[in-house]
Every structure is written in C-alpha cells, then in structure tokens.
C-alpha cells in the first residue's frame, strides 16, 4: 500500500505528530482498517521519546461521518463473537486517545458524526473550524451510541448529553462550543493551523508533567473526594523529586527556556 493509499497519514512536525484520516471518498468513515491503523499510530506516538503532542484530523471535507455502514450492515449478519471484536477494537481506540500520554488535539472541518464525534470527544482540545458539524446520531439507525457515550459523559454535563444522544441532532461548531464539546471556533479551513499551534504550545512543556496530567484526568473523575486527595498527594510529592521539576524551577529562576530532559513515561 503506497503512503497516499494508507488509511491514515503520518507526519512529522518536530515534536508534534500529525495523524489525518486518509478516506476522504466516504468522508473518512471509521473502517475496520483506520481504527486498526489509527491505534497502531497512537501507540507508536506514545512509545516515541521525540513526540510530546498529536494532532488529529481528517483529509478532505470532513473530519470523520462515523462508521462504516456498508460494514456495519455486513457485521450485522456476523457472529455475536464477530460484532463483539469488532465494538472491542473501537472502544480501544477511544480509550487509546483518551488515556495517552501524549496530548491529542483534534482539528475538525465538517462533520464529526457518530463515531467521528466519539473521536473528538476523546481528544483532549479539540479546535472546529466555524462551519464544522457534531452529531450523535447512532438514534437516527436504530443504532445506539454505547461507546462513545462513555466519553461524552466525560466532556459535556449530563444533561447536554442526553439532549445530543436522544434527539441524534447535528448541532455546529458554535453550539458544540457552548455544549463543552468544542475549545475553540476558527474560520473555515483554519482549524488544523491552529490546533498544531495549540499542539506546539503543549508540546513546549515537560513530558513527565503532562504524561502525569494526563494519567490524573483520566483517573480522578472516577475516585471519591478523600481516594482523589490521597491519589494527589502522592502525586504531588513525587513531581517534586523529578528531573523536570528540577530543571523547570531552575529554568524559571534562571530567566531561561527549560531544557527538558528526553522521555515520556510517567515515571523516572
């Protein structure tokens, strides 16, 4: 398969990965093919020493119309055992996103529907161009949002997502804004500039703290007042002792930029 043909693009711009879902014809519907190849991606980002920030989009003229429903139809003749793997691979690229050490931006122009807005709502700042769309309409099939809701619970307030998930409603990019889904609004064909602007200025920091920041937003929400607290402390003190709290302090009373120490893992 050559480079143009694969599913999703790679592409390097210093520390900052660019990932583009490469099916425009369908308006990079969420196949088989791309949630494997995207994982893969995002994998090989957070196993990468040298990125500290990706940035997600899609080529053409939408970010991505959700799943494949040629495939979804031919899965719905397919085994329980079949449908299962299939729902389990989706759920890993979400989880994948969410969980990462590396910092995912979403750039999003069109539509982000179904499974394309699970993918939105997976990503931890996501930048829409001004016409860009969001919708949950799994409803509209007979489909059920099972998956992507997870994460949708996680980004909006409870009573948004029920709105979105039960009317199946596409809402734009200035709604989706005031909804919590979106960051930030730019112009028309401005969205992927900005968001490798916004990748670039995460990308600037220390990789322990946001591989730690990220570890944390993915686990407090699910912990009590006095579990999180406890969590934090021993967070909190741990930092202290690190390269890059060291050389981040120094850099600041130095009056200089820091020069971080290479690696990503939320560990020393």
């Known amino acids: 398969m050559t480079a143009d043909m694969s599913p999703v693009l790679v592409t390097r711009r210093g520390a900052v990965l660019l990932l583009t879902l490469n099916r425009p014809d369908v308006r990079n519907a969420l196949s088989a093919d791309v949630v494997s190849a995207l994982h893969a991606e995002v994998r090989a980002a957070e196993a990468d020493p040298d990125v500290r920030a990706v940035v997600l989009t899609g080529a053409g003229r939408a970010f991505s119309a959700g799943a494949d429903l040629r495939a ?7 085994s329980s055992e079949a449908n299962k793997a299939d729902s389990q691979a989706l759920a890993d690229l979400l989880s994948a996103l969410y969980t990462s050490r590396k910092p995912v931006v979403a750039a999003v122009e069109g539509a982000a529907v179904a499974g394309g807005a699970g993918l939105a709502s997976a990503c931890d700042v996501v ?3 001004a016409s860009a769309k969001f919708g949950y309409t799994e409803v509209k099939l007979g489909f059920v949002a099972a ?6 619970l996680r980004v909006v307030g409870e009573k948004h997502a029920r709105e979105l998930l039960l009317t199946g409603r596409l809402v734009d990019a200035r709604e989706a804004w005031r909804v919590g889904l ?3 609004v730019v112009e028309d064909g401005a969205a992927l500039t900005r968001a490798l602007e916004v990748a670039e200025e995460i990308a600037s920091n220390s990789a322990t703290a946001l ?3 990220k570890e944390m ?3 407090v929400p699910g912990m009590g007042l006095a579990e999180g607290l406890r969590y934090a402390v021993g967070v909190n003190a741990w930092t202290r002792t690190t390269s890059d709290l060291k050389e981040g302090v120094a850099a600041f009373l130095e009056k200089r930029a820091p020069n971080w120490p290479r690696g990503t893992s939320g560990g020393e």
């Open 182 to 184: 979106v960051n930030e």
């Open 211 to 213: 591989a730690t920041t």
């Open 147 to 152: 998956i992507v809701m997870v994460f949708l």
């Open 217 to 219: 937003l993915a686990l």
């Open 72 to 78: 979804l139809q031919t899965l719905g003749a397919a």
């Open 127 to 129: 930048v829409a161009g």
